[in-house]
């Protein structure tokens, strides 16, 4: 009976401490805007590089080092998320493991060589910030001259935590 006791408390303090060991994401004070403006890792956790994910082909028939093959900056946001989103999925994770973003935007020539900011946050706010997946990452995001192809106008690259 004793060991039995000793093992319940054992097992208590360490469901407790499991507990304690989560990943903590800071919200910025007094902001909704959809990024934590700090994420905290425990110690024992394993953390999952991803090298930068650029846009898939959206429109084959167009030339491939043209932006109307990759879409425009929501698009490609869309479908650089969607990929990583896949890519993480084939490893046993989620979207909401994601606790860090660096993301590399391309003046798209439409907007006057600005970056498309707007339609970039466009696309992100289907994948984080959500109901269904509201884990929001720390990130960066800058405007780059270019990226390896001509045609994207975005390349994100991510940190997951694995649980």
């Known amino acids: 009976m004793r060991h039995a006791l000793l093992f319940s408390c054992l097992l208590a303090s360490s469901v407790g401490a499991a507990h304690a060991a ?4 800071h919200a910025i004070p007094g902001s909704k805007f959809p ?22 082909v959206a429109d084959a028939s167009a030339p491939k080092d043209s932006a109307k093959a990759y ?14 989103e896949k890519q993480l999925k084939g490893m046993g994770l989620s979207m909401g493991d994601v606790v860090k973003m660096q ?3 391309v003046g798209d020539p439409a907007a006057g060589g600005k970056m498309d900011f707007a339609g970039f946050m466009a696309g992100y706010t289907q994948f984080f910030g959500t109901p269904a997946q509201p ?7 800058m405007q780059v001259a270019a990226l390896a192809n001509p045609g994207f106008l975005v390349e994100i690259e991510v940190t997951a935590v694995r649980p």
């Open 103 to 105: 993301v590399f935007l």
């Open 35 to 56: 990024i934590a403006s700090a994420v905290e890792v425990p110690a024992g956790k394993t953390l999952v590089f991803l090298s930068g994910v650029v846009p898939p």
């Open 22 to 25: 989560d990943v903590v994401r």
């Open 71 to 84: 879409g425009d900056t929501k698009a490609q946001t869309v479908g650089v998320l969607g990929s990583i």
């Open 135 to 141: 884990n929001l990452p720390s990130r960066s995001a």
